[in-house]
């Protein structure tokens, strides 16, 4: 894969119920960083999808009296509703129950089987439904008399079965030795160490096939067997570009995923068994998994039994899809557990987008239109000042895209933030609307200076708040090639007979009543 190009995915969602500021959030994140490798001229992949097979899917289907691919299709469909609702730039969005992924499926076990990693055997162990996974003694407790997962919290109950089983036992060392020369692998380090601790504490085969159901994949000649939910759904970040056709283009120029973006429920899925099944059928392994947090309703893990889950389609249709975009971007520091209340969210929006952001774009634009006929005026020579403000800018640019790269987004978005605020004191200080009878030329320069770094700013933004900004840089009339990282601080770019185009309202102020 060319360093030009970039493949980034979500996780594969598990529509076994409507989504949630959980895969809301993910998603977000995941989006973000494939709008900034847009910015940066890269070639981007990003893919998200729906996890659909498994005993928890088919117990749903049951309960709704209704067949398993059919009650698939209607709730694959909401977290589809989602993607578009979030505004989000996925060129794919796979489903574990389409052919094209069936075929990967079953070309990456054969694969498997033919290495001599897969064998048949019984297993009897602690089961969850609802993770998929079996545990160990030592990682249930009791808890009011039933037995839990330690991980998960989920409920688990005794299983036996006939199984195929994968050979992870086998792969211990080189898991090891892979994480040790790829230190970033495993982000962030707290989830790196959290991984390390465990495969270093020994590890067991792995039950990749069931019998107690038959919704899932069959088992290449074997079809007593489904196959292990979480084979069948790690297989979608290749099966979506092609795989087992290697020559294909997708498969050629994206594979290795530069980044999955993932919760940290799901880590060890990931970074364990995902990258040992590559290794046993030979396949490069992603370049890195980012396992970030939970997201916190008022300090409190989300649940219906508590009565605090927030809906984020019912946020957006309230107070905003950018607006969301942007709290969660901020709120969170991303790999730590987020805490989100909707008294914080009404300040964020209000103080950052509404107050400052918005108020910057709308007085600047409403003055050049009232005042310069709409156009942007052709300044006369920069002050330090005007400079300094461009320059303190233009100069933490290297730093923004280390941030970005590391996944720092909390950082990124408050040292733009900071921009903003410092262009709105600049224009408060200068008072260009005073000097428009006194200093015309000098009220250009504050003007023409001002809008650049709007343009810097939103520029920065974009890939958080993708609406709201398109509708800023589209005032400015600004082309695409002008969008981009390398856009920034450029001062040529205007074309001073061109009208600006009226600006409406960007972010309204929400009332402590809304």
């Known amino acids: 894969m060319s360093e030009e190009n970039f493949y980034i995915t979500t996780p594969i969602y598990y529509p076994s119920g ?46 709704h009296n209704k067949n398993e691919k059919i009650f698939c299709d209607e709730i694959s469909k909401k977290f589809k509703d989602l993607a578009k609702t ?5 060129d794919d969005f796979i489903r574990t129950t389409e052919d094209r992924h069936h075929q990967s499926v079953k070309a990456i076990w054969n694969r498997l089987l033919d290495s001599g990693d897969i064998y048949l055997s019984k297993y009897a162990g602690w089961y969850s439904v609802s993770d998929e996974a079996y545990y160990t003694e030592d990682e249930i407790i009791n808890e009011n008399g039933k037995k839990i997962s330690k991980l998960s919290g989920s409920s688990v109950d005794w299983f036996e079965e006939e199984s195929y089983f994968f050979k992870l036992s086998a792969w211990q060392n080189q898991l090891l030795e892979h994480y040790k ?38 088992v290449p000649n074997n079809d007593k067997h489904i196959v292990y939910v979480w084979l069948d759904a790690l297989t979608n970040y290749i099966s979506a570009l092609g795989f087992p056709k290697i020559k294909n283009s997708l498969y050629k120029k994206f594979w290795p995923a530069n980044i999955h973006i993932i919760g940290k429920d799901i880590l060890r899925f990931h970074a364990v ?9 030979k396949i490069q392994l992603p370049k890195k998994i980012f396992g970030h947090g939970w997201i916190l309703s008022d300090d409190k893990k989300m649940s219906k039994s508590i009565g605090n889950i927030l809906d984020p389609l019912e946020i957006i249709d309230k107070y905003g899809v950018d607006q969301l975009r942007y709290y969660l971007t901020k709120e969170v520091s991303l790999g730590n557990d987020g805490n989100v209340s909707m008294v914080n969210l009404k300040n964020c929006i209000n103080n950052d987008l509404a107050n400052n952001f918005g108020n910057l774009c709308q007085r600047v634009f ?44 909390n950082e990124y978005i408050k040292k733009v933030v900071e921009f903003s605020f ?13 000097l428009k009878k006194t200093n015309i030329e000098r009220m250009n320069t504050i003007l023409f200076t001002v809008v650049t770094q709007i343009k810097n700013i939103t520029i920065l933004l974009s890939p958080i708040i993708p609406i709201s900004s398109e509708k800023i840089l589209d005032v400015m009339n600004l082309k695409e090639e002008e969008k981009k990282i390398k856009a920034i601080n450029t001062m040529d770019v205007f074309n001073h007979n061109i009208e600006f185009k009226k600006i409406s309202i960007l972010f309204k102020k929400i009332d402590n009543d809304n």
């Open 422 to 434: 410092n262009a709105n004191k600049y224009v408060n200080d200068l008072q260009p609307w005073a």
């Open 18 to 63: 409507k989504p949630h500021m959980g895969h809301a959030y993910s998603s977000i994140v995941a989006d973000i960083f494939a709008r900034f490798k847009r910015l940066e001229g890269k070639n981007v992949y990003f893919l998200t999808g729906t996890d659909e097979h498994g005993l928890k899917i088919q117990r749903e289907a049951e309960k």
């Open 181 to 218: 020369k790829n230190p970033n692998f495993i982000s962030p380090k707290s989830r790196n160490n959290e991984i390390v601790q465990f495969v270093k504490s020994g590890l067991n085969d792995l039950s990749v096939s069931r019998t107690s159901f038959k919704w899932g994949i069959k």
């Open 86 to 90: 979030l505004n989000l730039s996925n």
């Open 366 to 409: 409403s003055f050049i239109e009232k005042n310069c006929g709409g156009k942007l005026p052709k300044p006369g020579k920069l002050d330090q000042i005007d400079a300094k403000l461009l320059e303190n800018l233009t100069k933490k640019v290297p730093e923004l895209i280390l941030d970005m790269n590391n996944q720092n987004l």
């Open 273 to 281: 068994y995902w990258p040992a099944f590559l290794l046993a059928a």
